[in-house]
């Protein structure tokens, strides 16, 4: 079982531009969530998708928008690059039920915003 | 809605000695309670978690947490603390009721262990 994936591992990018970052769950799972940790703070959460739908959201503006395709893999589209948007990038994934289990996390993608 | 404290953003202790690592949390509803660690440029790994079941839990590499709802309290413990325990330790918090999964984390309490 390989775990949770993301790619890419690291990502530099312009302020301005979009990015697009990957996640691929745990082998049985199928609710995915993303959440950003910037330096020295721990991690915050985006978004969690279940069944291809965006199911909770926390406090990100709109330029944060995410996907799930039908094999539960997931993506974290962000818009307009900001400096502040510099971070780790971590993908969790876990099952929808029951609720006690816990979520994995993935390696995590840096962003570096220049 | 739900927090986590975590009161010392740095301890250190000598190899050997008991690590004890602070989490206090608000949930408005009976709260899933979780450890995890980061080591340098890595993702999170889960130490241990509090469901519901028994108030003290025990987990991964010797590290224990005992629930104590009178205290709002779940502070992570081991014994006798090794070299490789070096790293950033979140504790986070969900609501037991729902069916979500959205974790609160601390801020992070980084864990120095000094020879």
């Known amino acids: 079982d390989a775990g949770v994936t993301q790619s890419p591992t690291h990502l530099i990018k312009t302020r301005g531009q979009q990015v697009t970052l990957r996640c691929s769950p745990k082998s049985g799972h199928d609710t995915v969530s993303w959440y950003q940790q910037a330096l020295g703070q721990g991690p915050q959460f985006i978004f969690q998708?279940?069944?291809?739908?965006?199911?909770q959201r926390g406090n990100f503006p709109d330029r944060f928008s995410g996907h799930q395709f039908p094999n539960y893999s997931s993506e974290l589209n962000v818009n307009a690059l900001l400096l502040g948007d510099s971070a780790l990038y971590l993908c969790?994934?876990?099952?929808?039920?029951?609720?006690?289990?816990?979520?994995?996390f993935g390696q995590g993608t840096r962003l570096t915003v220049v | 809605a739900q927090s986590v404290t975590q009161l010392g953003s740095h301890v250190s202790v000598s190899e050997g000695a008991l690590v004890l690592l602070r989490c206090n949390y608000s949930?408005?509803?009976?709260?899933?309670l979780f450890w995890y660690v980061q080591y340098p440029n890595q993702g999170l790994q889960l130490l241990l978690k509090y469901t519901s079941a028994a108030t003290l839990v025990k987990g991964i590499n010797g590290f224990e947490a005992e629930f104590k709802k009178s205290e709002t309290s779940f502070h992570l413990t081991k014994p006798s603390a090794h070299m490789s325990d070096a790293a950033e330790y979140f504790c986070?918090?969900?609501?037991?009721?729902?069916?979500?999964?959205?974790?609160?984390f601390g801020s992070g309490t980084q864990l120095t262990v000094l020879p």
């Open positions: 949930s408005s509803v009976p709260p899933y």
């Open positions: 998708y279940y069944e291809e739908e965006e199911r």
């Open positions: 969790a994934s876990s099952r929808r039920n029951p609720r006690n289990t816990e979520a994995f």
């Open positions: 986070a918090v969900t609501l037991s009721s729902g069916s979500a999964r959205q974790l609160t």
